[in-house]
């Protein structure tokens, strides 16, 4: 699970009020990753003493107070045997941006995709997505589906290429 507050100051931090022991519990349990379990939940519940419904209920409520950002599964790509995976960075006009990054998105094999400022002159790409591949070719293709995809709406693009792994966790909170 991956924290994220909706403080005014950005620090996106808890805020202290955020939680409460027993929300605090869950989130320790889960930062990790769930329980490799067909019933992860129920298996969470027992290892919390918990009922199931409550953790559940604790998990949406915080979710919509924007303690949870997501609930995801992060795969490593490379095990599944996707070894050439790019991020493909394109010049879309502001205005559009949104709606050309869900059509993105919703690509099988779009993992990612999400908007960041431009750095004018040098970098004029406002939209990211990364696409995977077990071959550069391959990644290569899907771009170039990408970018007819989004026809006249490119005003261009390219394609970083990953050369290694980097951790994916997100805020973890301490034990106290």
Known sequence: MTL????????GLPAAGGMDPVDR????????????AEQPYDVLAE?????????LARIRAM?????????AAVPNHYALGYRANGMS???????QARAIGR??????????????????PLWPYNLFAMVH????????????????????HCRGHEVLYSTRILKKTGLRIKAV
């Open 4 to 11: 994220q507050n909706q403080d005014a100051c950005g620090t």
């Open 25 to 36: 519990r869950i989130i320790l349990a889960t930062q990790a990753g769930l329980p490799l």
């Open 47 to 55: 290892e919390l003493g918990l009922p199931v419904d409550e953790v």
């Open 63 to 71: 979710q919509d107070r924007g303690v949870i950002r997501r609930i």
């Open 89 to 95: 960075v394109w010049n879309v006009a502001d205005e």
């Open 103 to 120: 059509e993105v998105g919703a690509l099988d094999y779009v993992s990612h995709c999400y908007l960041r400022p431009r750095h004018l």
């Open 133 to 152: 591949g077990k071959t550069r070719e391959e990644v290569a293709a899907r771009v170039e589906a990408i970018a007819a995809l989004l026809g006249e």
